[in-house]
C-alpha cells in the first residue's frame, strides 16, 4: 500500500505564497504520475499541475504562477503557489499513479484571503 501525505497548506493573504509538500511512502515500484488537484467549495476537484516524466503541466488558471517539482530521491512532489488568489481557495490533493494503482493524499486546506 501507498500512502500520501500533504502539508503546507494554511491561511494567505491575497499575493502571497505558500508551498505545498507531498511525500509518498509505502512499497513503490514505478511512478507515472505526480500531480495535485484542488477542490473548491461547492465545485469539482480540478487538476491544478501535474508532472509526468519531467515533463509539467498546469491548469490556465495558474500558469505563471505555481510551479510543481518532485524529488525523486525522497518520493516528494511540492507546489509552489505564488501571488495567490482568493480563487485558489481549496482543498489540495496530491495524487500518485504508481505502477500498480493509484492514489491520493487527504488533502490540506488552502486559504486565500482578499
Known amino acids: 500500500q501507498v500512502q500520501l501525505v500533504e502539508s503546507g497548506g494554511g491561511l494567505v493573504q491575497a499575493g502571497g505564497s505558500l508551498r505545498l509538500s507531498c511525500v509518498a511512502s509505502?512499497?513503490?515500484?514505478?511512478?507515472?504520475?505526480m500531480s495535485w488537484y484542488r477542490q473548491a467549495p461547492g465545485k469539482q476537484r480540478e487538476l491544478v499541475a501535474a508532472?509526468?516524466?519531467?515533463?509539467?503541466k498546469y491548469a490556465d488558471s495558474v500558469k505563471g504562477r505555481f510551479t510543481i517539482s518532485r524529488d525523486n530521491a525522497k518520493n516528494t512532489v511540492y507546489l509552489q503557489m505564488n501571488s495567490l488568489k482568493p480563487e485558489d481557495t481549496g482543498i489540495y490533493y496530491c495524487?500518485?499513479?504508481?505502477?500498480?494503482?493509484?492514489?491520493w493524499g487527504q488533502g490540506t486546506q488552502v486559504t486565500v484571503s482578499s
Open positions: 509505502g512499497r513503490i515500484f514505478s511512478i507515472n504520475v
Open positions: 508532472i509526468i516524466s519531467g515533463t509539467t
Open positions: 495524487y500518485l499513479d504508481e505502477y500498480r494503482g493509484d492514489y
